[in-house]
């Protein structure tokens, strides 16, 4: 409680102060933290966007960048989400690509200047076996209840991307899948 004189009423009071809502809780260094990022890959992370995110954790943004851009090579020019978890106020950087990203790379295009090249047709083809293992890696994040549906889903990103499958369009495999002349391994 905290004593001081009240102007209006012409006398002293004590007041009690609230000191959670005051300051922030501490912070706990042995908790594990998550922070996701989303970056472009290869490409050093702006300390700008970072340091909001890991600053308050006591880590340095552009250490935080330097581990982003050495984890996201494979991925260069690509963008690609990152998952920080920060223990002990170090933070391991693990890669979570979306699927349109893992069609992007499966489809070997060399990599190009975001900064020059902009709105660019992915016009390449992926073979289906491809587009089976990128279902299989996406199948944790994915609402499909089997690994048909998880396929389904992937095809239909690779209709957003633009590329074909197989020599056919996106749309075909995924009528043929439909009707069961195509057969997905569960």
């Given at each position: 409680s905290v004593l001081y004189w009240d102007f209006f009423q012409n006398k002293k009071t004590t007041k009690t102060t609230n000191t959670s809502r005051d300051m922030p809780p501490k912070f706990d260094p042995n908790q594990e933290i998550i922070v996701i990022v989303r970056s472009v890959g290869g490409e050093m992370a702006s300390a700008a966007t970072l340091a909001p995110k890991v600053g308050p954790l006591g880590l340095n943004a552009k250490k935080i960048g330097d581990d982003i851009m050495k984890a996201t090579k494979e991925y260069k020019g690509l963008k690609v989400t990152c998952k920080l978890v920060v223990k002990n106020r170090v933070a391991s950087v693990s890669l979570m690509p979306s699927v349109a990203t893992r069609v992007i790379k499966a489809l070997k295009?060399?990599?190009?200047?975001?900064?020059?090249?902009?709105?660019?047709?992915?016009?390449?083809?992926?073979?289906?076996?491809?587009?089976?293992?990128?279902?299989?890696?996406?199948?944790?994040?994915?609402?499909?209840?089997?690994?048909?549906?998880?396929?389904?889903?992937?095809l239909g990103t690779a209709v957003s991307v633009g590329c074909t499958v197989d020599g056919q369009p996106a749309k075909a495999v995924q009528a043929s899948i439909k009707a069961g002349k195509t057969k997905i391994p569960e």
């Open positions: 295009e060399p990599p190009r200047d975001r900064k020059k090249v902009k709105n660019i047709k992915h016009s390449g083809n992926v073979t289906l076996q491809e587009i089976i293992k990128i279902a299989k890696d996406a199948k944790p994040k994915s609402m499909a209840n089997s690994m048909k549906g998880c396929v389904l889903e992937c």
